[in-house]
């Protein structure tokens, strides 16, 4: 795994623990609402775009340690691929063998 490729592994990290630390607090609001906001997980450590999605749908999401939700256009094609298209936003898989298993890794998985 190249520089490059271990840099936005690490940026798409940080971005799921946020999201998973933002999904705790609006779970306390899941009778209100079954959505969820969260952050464009995609590799560019400055992106603040928001991705909304169903509570179930990011229980799917996160189901695999080696997907991340980008808004649509935020994948790194050479990296990843899009696994999903969903409402505003795709689910994206890493490509290389090194890169899943450092983001199963950081994941705790």
């Avoid at 936005?8 to 999904?23: G, Q, S, T, W």
């Avoid at 080696?66 to 490509?95: C, I, M, P």
Wanted: aromatic content about 4%; some cysteine; hydrophobic content about 35%.
């Amino acid at each position: 795994m190249d520089e490059r490729d271990r840099r936005i592994a690490e940026n798409e990290r940080v971005f799921r623990e946020v999201n998973e630390r933002l999904d705790s607090l609006q779970r306390a609001f899941a009778s209100v609402t079954d959505r969820v906001s969260l952050v464009c997980e995609c590799g560019d450590g400055t992106c603040v775009a928001q991705v909304e999605m169903t509570t179930r749908d990011y229980e799917e999401l996160r189901a695999d340690p080696t997907q991340f939700a980008v808004v649509r256009g935020h994948d790194v094609g050479d990296l990843e691929q899009v696994v999903v298209s969903r409402d505003g936003y795709d689910v994206v898989r890493k490509r290389s063998v090194g890169a899943r298993r450092l983001a199963a890794e950081q994941h705790g998985d």
